[in-house]
């Protein structure tokens, strides 16, 4: 905000400010009518089995398509945050990811959900509805959630994460490793699975110390009995590391970029013809 003086003129003002923030006013009139008119669209990233390469399960990933070109999620998820409009995104995420994933029967479906959305009374009411009404198991689904949630509200945060438990879903911690420690959140609030986030993937074929914190967290998740998942795999080296450091599930430009509803069904039909 520009300062004024005394006589009520302007100390300091910055037109470029200004710009900016018309910039993300239009910009989220633009994604309040993106998300009505269906122009974020999920995009799907393999999970697969450390041991079998075998693809298990796909994580949705929201992409946009604006007018102006493609902008990116670590753009327009804190913008939806910020504005009001994560709730109606989420939902739309949700419901069309798994309209997708019910031609992939066997496979497991994970979405990424806000804490915000996870701090909503109604979250859990809202995701078992569109569960019902698209007749889609909810053992298959599992929900993403990164460690801020557990500061913002925990106690609503659990109530949503304990009454989603109870239906079958399953919940993921994710980008474990970048940000907050959060152990004690592992077990308190009774995640099924842990992602070891990008951060601590990256160099660590080169870096010396890199592999004794990968096994310590590892062997931290093991000791819980939660399976681990490294993310951000993009070469056979960081896959053979993180295999035999005990992650059971791998992901990563290695083994499968995002790919679109249709570029997923067509690598399925090529890894089991049968199917
Ligand atoms: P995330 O859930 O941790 O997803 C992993 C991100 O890493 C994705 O970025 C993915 O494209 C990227 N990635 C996967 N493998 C590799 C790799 O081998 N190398 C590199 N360099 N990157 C890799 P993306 O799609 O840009 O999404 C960024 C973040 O935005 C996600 O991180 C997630 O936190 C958030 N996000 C995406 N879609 C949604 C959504 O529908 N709802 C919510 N709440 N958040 C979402
Ligand atoms: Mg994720
Ligand atoms: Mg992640
Ligand atoms: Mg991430």
Redesign the pocket.
């Known amino acids: 905000r520009a300062k004024e003086n005394g006589r009520g003129q302007a100390i300091g003002y910055d037109p470029e400010l200004d710009r900016e923030r018309v910039r993300i006013g239009e910009l989220e009139g633009e994604l309040r009518s993106a998300i009505k008119s269906g122009a ?1 669209e ?2 799907f ?1 393999p999970l697969v089995s450390a041991t079998t390469g075998a693809i298990t399960g796909l ?5 946009w398509q604006s007018a102006a070109g493609r902008i ?3 753009v327009f ?1 804190p913008l ?2 910020k504005s009001g409009l ?1 709730d109606a ?2 939902v739309h ?2 419901r069309v ?1 798994i309209c997708h994933a019910r031609a992939w029967p066997g496979l497991t479906l ?5 804490p915000i ?1 996870l701090c909503n009374p109604d979250f859990g009411a809202q995701v078992i509805s569109v569960l019902k009404e698209s007749d889609f198991d909810a053992n298959r689904l599992t929900l ?1 959630i ?1 460690e801020g949630v557990l500061m913002t509200n925990p106690d609503q945060a659990r109530r949503s994460i304990d009454q989603l438990k109870r239906v079958g879903i399953k919940f993921a911690l ?2 474990f490793g970048c940000g907050y420690a959060s152990i004690g959140a592992l077990r308190q609030f009774g995640f099924d699975r842990m ?1 070891i ?2 951060s601590l ?2 160099g660590v074929e080169d870096a010396a110390n890199g592999i004794e914190v990968l096994r310590a967290t590892i062997s931290l998740a093991t000791a819980l009995n939660i399976p681990v998942t490294a ?4 070469n056979a080296r960081q896959a053979a590391i993180l295999r035999d450091t005990g992650c059971d599930q791998l ?4 083994v ?3 790919m679109s509803a249709q570029e997923i069904s067509e690598t399925l039909r090529l890894e089991d013809p049968a199917a």
Do not use: F, H, W
């Open positions: 974020i999920p995009v990233q994580e949705a990933l929201a992409r990116s999620p670590e998820i939806a945050e994560i995104l989420g995420m949700l990811s994970s979405v990424n959900v806000s959305q993403e990164t994710d980008d992602k986030d990008r993937v990256s993310e951000g795999i993009e992901q990563g430009y290695l499968g970029k995002p």
